[in-house]
């Protein structure tokens, strides 16, 4: 088996993208897509696993299914050059995920932290949908479906790779070497790890309303930077702040670059020196705002000005997922084969097996 590098990666459609999935994974992706280090980018939309929490709502999964593959395109995957497609319609996965089952035990699962995390924030302690407290499993076949060396994510997702990797390990072990392990890719810029909502709270989440959206307009970005959470303290120009839970300035970290002192603060030459200012006293929060606001502005128009482009043709998105769905489906399928074979479930491909069982049975 000859070792192609190949990404995989993809989103819960519950929701437009944001921000905070642009600096985590997005941008990467298209940096990583045009790198032409990868033979293949595989890069999913997750409305299966979107159910296992939405299973009363499956209108909200469908609907943002579009709004996803229109952020995507907006933000400049390419779909000749990454295959876009939507999990559900591919279902060797569920296949796959049915046979993983059997490598992971139940209290294996009940470790993993990302499950207790999230479980927690749904509230599921007393009744947890099978399929959701499951999906671990699913999302090792999503990966190994499609032979993944490198998954792009976010460090809250570590122990979802490992997991994987596990379930590798373990089916290789048993049936032979099959399966490709996966390797984590992170983010290089720490302060993309985890962008906060704009009020200052760890997560950026539409359920809390703090977020920025990729297709939002720009009288909304203004507004939402100028209200955004600061230093709580620093209540006049001339007293000291604090940078540290600063969103404005984590924000700063994530999307400032040089040229932007050039553009839109020329008093400055550089982050440093403006986190200094603001540290000793002298520096009111507006004209941070307006900073941060004017390179907000400068990186989400051309994306927002791409989808509008985009949402003129909605059949012609839908017709590129479906050729997607179908590269995808292929590549799955012929790892399933191979997973059949390794298993001794290929009955009717396996002339060997009958010709053993015709001896057997003449003797």
């Known amino acids: 088996m000859g070792k192609e590098k190949i990404i995989l990666t993809g989103d819960r459609p519950t929701g437009k993208l944001h921000i905070g999935h642009y600096v985590g994974s997005l941008k990467r992706r298209v940096e990583l897509q045009n790198s032409g280090s990868f033979d293949k980018t595989f ?3 997750a409305d299966a696993q979107a159910l296992t929490d939405n299973i009363d709502n499956p209108e909200k999964v469908r609907q943002n299914v579009i709004e996803v593959a229109l ?3 907006a933000c400049g995957l390419d779909p000749e050059k990454s295959t876009i497609f939507i999990q559900s ?3 060797e996965l569920c296949e796959l995920t049915f046979y993983y089952m059997d490598l992971v035990t139940v209290s294996r699962l009940q470790r993993n932290p990302t499950v207790k995390t999230e479980i927690q924030m749904r509230n599921f302690e007393t009744s947890i949908p099978v399929g959701f407290f499951t999906y671990p499993i699913s999302q090792a076949a999503d990966i190994t479906a499609f032979r993944a060396t490198t998954v792009p994510v976010g460090e809250d997702q570590e122990p979802m790779i490992e997991q994987a990797r596990e379930i590798v390990r373990r089916f290789n072990y048993i049936y032979g070497e099959t399966l490709v392990e996966p390797e984590i890719l992170l983010p290089d810029n720490a302060a993309c790890l985890r962008l906060p909502g704009t009020d200052g709270k760890a997560k950026m989440s539409k359920s809390l309303g703090n977020c920025i959206y990729l297709a939002e307009e720009a009288d909304e970005i203004q507004k939402k930077v100028m209200s955004m959470f600061t230093d709580p303290d620093h209540l006049r120009v001339q007293d000291p702040g604090k940078i540290e839970g600063n969103t404005v300035f984590t924000y700063l970290d994530a999307f400032c670059r040089p040229e932007h002192f050039e553009r839109y603060l020329p008093d400055y030459p550089n982050l440093n020196e403006l986190k200094a200012h603001y540290q000793r006293g002298g520096l009111g929060d507006v004209k941070v705002k307006r900073f ?4 907000m502005q400068e990186e989400l128009e051309p994306i927002r000005n ?5 949402e003129k043709d909605i059949p012609a998105i839908y017709e590129m997922l479906r050729k997607g769905c179908e590269v995808a489906r292929a590549a ?4 399933l084969s191979d997973v059949r074979k390794a298993m001794k479930i290929n009955y009717f491909d396996d002339a060997e097996l009958i010709n053993e069982q015709v001896k057997r049975f003449n003797k």
């Open 292 to 295: 941060l606001n004017s390179i």
């Open 89 to 91: 319609q591919i279902p």
């Open 43 to 45: 890069i999913f939309i």
């Open 332 to 335: 799955a399928a012929d790892t």
């Open 71 to 73: 952020d995507y395109l």
């Open 306 to 310: 791409r989808r509008k482009e985009f």
